[in-house]
């Protein structure tokens, strides 16, 4: 009950998609809107629902239509993934999903001793809550330990309990985008890419006049594009 009642969430918005892209309004408030009105309405309750990866690149497609963005080979992954990752409706669930536990686990002891009993007992395949979360969190190549430490290498971990907002941030954002750069390098033409740094991607747009920040940003995410476009 609670999938059908998720996903038919997600139907109910593709309506604003092509209302969005119609609005007279600039790109950065249509994306704002995503990510502080669809969104949250779309993905209510997903602490609880495994969403398969078709529904998330259905949304990430959307966006790429409300933003007037989806033109002929331009990659959803890489326009709203990697380079606007607070829209991407996975990074949006991720960080929800984290959140969630990381306030629970804060909030009560009780919610403490549950997660060592699932860790405890855990049997092959995953479910309700606490799968979600060691789903999501193992799909981008971290691991989460009955004292909720999230460990990001064989050394080095992250205390849910004690850290801070934004270091947590930053490292699920680097595992994050690395797992995306490792589904986009099956693409033809990205076979190189062997990690993603925002920051060093796009350090000299900020010399750019914003029309040519935009032709930068469809030459990354894989548009066709003709000799006319280049001129």
């Known amino acids: 009950m609670l999938f059908r009642s998720l996903t038919d969430r997600i139907t109910g918005i593709k309506q604003y998609y092509t209302k969005l892209r119609s609005a007279k309004l600039p790109t950065q408030v249509k ?7 669809l969104w949250p309405r779309a993905l209510h309750r997903c602490e609880s629902v495994v969403l398969g990866n078709t529904h998330l690149n259905n949304m990430r ?7 007037n963005w989806r033109r002929g080979g331009a990659s959803p992954t890489v326009r709203i993934g990697l380079l606007n990752t607070p829209t991407d409706p996975a990074w949006y669930q991720l960080w929800k999903v984290v959140q969630t536990f990381r306030r629970q686990f804060h909030c009560s002891p009780v919610v403490a001793d549950f997660w060592k009993l699932y860790l405890e007992n855990l049997r092959g395949s995953t479910n309700g809550p606490f799968g979600k979360l060691l789903d999501l969190v193992h799909s981008v190549g971290l691991q989460l330990d009955e004292e909720g430490c999230l460990w990001f290498s064989h050394r080095g971990c992250l205390d849910l309990t004690t850290c801070s907002n934004v270091i947590l941030e930053k490292i699920l954002l680097h ?40 032709q930068l940003m469809v030459v990354r995410d894989g548009s066709f ?4 476009f280049c001129s």
């Open 61 to 67: 497609s959307g966006a790429m239509l409300a933003a």
């Open 31 to 37: 994306l704002l809107n995503i990510r502080q009105v």
């Open 225 to 228: 594009f003709t000799n006319q």
């Open 175 to 214: 595992f994050f985008h690395r797992a995306l750069a490792d589904q986009v390098q099956n693409r033809s033409g990205f076979q190189d890419l062997e990690g993603f740094d925002y920051d060093l991607t796009t350090c000299c747009d900020k010399f750019f006049q914003p029309h040519q920040v935009e």
